[in-house]
Structure formats: structure tokens, C-alpha cells
């Protein structure tokens, strides 16, 4: 399957795997809209991917957001059309042991975790309901498979974007020809650690120090993959782990 001029939002684009999907999908003749709040990032980004030969659109807006959802997807239809693919990538991981009760980023991440991804769901599924040929992806990690210390509020977020992509996949799937991917990687190099604020959590992070890391570009490679397979294949799932990674 071509990806040559489809309709593509990436979230959470001004860095990490978004930028590194933006960028491996543009080349591929994808129409990106990149979105987060970032937005000299995101320019920084379109600029990139122009200079390349590529076409991107960058707008500014928070998942959590329905009013920025209804922009991203108007912007979308006048720039370029309907959308194809939706890659719900946008998150945060503020690590925390429960017992010192950061009440406050357990709320972040569900509103973002969870309720971002299905804010853009909810932005999609109309326009894919009408093509019948729509691919939502969503980025849920390891941590939907695997429960850690000081990740139950994460960990909880992530098993909920896959049972969601499960649930999307079983309903769209049969009746609107709707291909539903989760993408679940292990350990990767960006910065999504930055948001970590509990002390105790970040001497326990020295524990990933010997680990050689995946890299942004490996997870969008694996995105290229589930989303280049022929109309007949749906790649439900996508497990990616450093290799010495336990
Ligand atoms: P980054 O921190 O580099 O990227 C996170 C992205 O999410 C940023 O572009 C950020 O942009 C965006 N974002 C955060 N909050 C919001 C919001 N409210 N609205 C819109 N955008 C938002 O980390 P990664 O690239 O690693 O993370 C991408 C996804 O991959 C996440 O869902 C993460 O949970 C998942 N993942 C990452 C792993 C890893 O080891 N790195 C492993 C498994 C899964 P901005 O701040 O500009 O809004």
C-alpha cells in the first residue's frame, strides 16, 4: 500500500516518535499534519520536511482539547482532505510511586493518555466511516503489557489504549474496512522522561542506564510498516523492545 498523498495527523509531532514518524511518512509522500503545543517546534519540523520535498501542515493544539480536535480536523479537510490515517501518539509518563500521591499528574495522564487519543478517535472515525479505508494508530508501549513500580497510573493509561485499539478494531474493522494498530515499544530514546518529578522514581531509572535504547526512528519504521501492508492485512499489534531490554 501506498502512502503517496494520504491524509496523515500525527500527535504529539514536536518531538520523539511523532517527529520521527512525521518525517518517515512525509518522505513517503504522505500529506502530515503534525500537531502538539509546541508550536515553534512543529515549525521547525514543517520547514524540515518542505526543504525535503515534502508536504506538511503544523498546527498548534492540545489533544485534551475537543475544540483544538475540531480545528486540527477542519484545517485538515480545507488543506488536504479527508483523513486516512489518524496516529494517536501524543503522551506523557511522569513516573510516580502511589504512595506520594502526585493526584495531579495522575489526572494528566489520563487526560491525555486515555482521553486525547480518544478526543482524536472521536475526530476520525466520521471521515472513515465514509472512505472505509481509514488506519488509526495508537501508541500504547510495553507498559500495556507489563506493570512496573511507580508505573500504575502509566501503565494503566497504556493497557487502556490497547484495549481500546481492540475494541475500535473489532467494531470498525468489519463494518467500515478500518485497520486499528497499537504500537507497544519498549524503552526508547526521547524525552518523554523529562516529566518525571518524583525523586525517588528517578534513582530507580538507573536501572535503564545499561540498556542500549531504541530509537525514535525504529518506532516509526515499525508505523511505516503496519501502515504499507496491502488493504487485505491489518497489523493489529506491534511489540518492539531493545534487544537487551528484559
Ligand atoms: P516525547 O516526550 O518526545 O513526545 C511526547 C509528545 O507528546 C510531544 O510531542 C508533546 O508535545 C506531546 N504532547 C504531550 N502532551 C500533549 C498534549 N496535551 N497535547 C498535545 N500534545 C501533547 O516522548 P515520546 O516520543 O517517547 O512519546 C510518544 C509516545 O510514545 C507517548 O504516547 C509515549 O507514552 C509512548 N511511548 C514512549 C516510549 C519511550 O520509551 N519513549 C515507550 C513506549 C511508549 P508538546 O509538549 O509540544 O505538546
Known sequence: MSLENKNIIVTGASSGIGEATAKKLAAAGAN???TARRTERLN??????EKDGGKALAITGDVTSKEDWKSIVEQTHNNFGKVDVLV??????????????KT?????????????????????VPDMKETKAGHIINISSVAGRKIMPAGAVYCATKYAVRALSEGIRLEMGPKYNTKVTSI???????ELTNTITDDDVKDMMSQFEDLTPLQASDIADSIYYALT?????????????PTNQD
Request: charged content about 25%; cysteine-free.
Open 32 to 34: 502530515v499534519v503534525i
Open 44 to 49: 521547525e519540523l514543517k520547514d524540515e520536511i
Open 88 to 101: 494517536n501518539n501524543a503522551g506523557l509518563m511522569p513516573l510516580s510511586f502511589v504512595e506520594n500521591l
Open 104 to 124: 495531579d499528574e495522575w489526572d494528566k495522564m489520563v487526560d491525555v493518555n486515555i482521553k486525547g487519543v480518544l478526543n482524536g478517535v472521536a475526530s476520525v
Open 184 to 190: 507497544e515499544p519498549g524503552f526508547v530514546a526521547t
Open 229 to 241: 501492508q496491502p488493504e487485505h492485512s491489518s497489523v493489529n499489534e506491534i511489540l518492539i523492545r
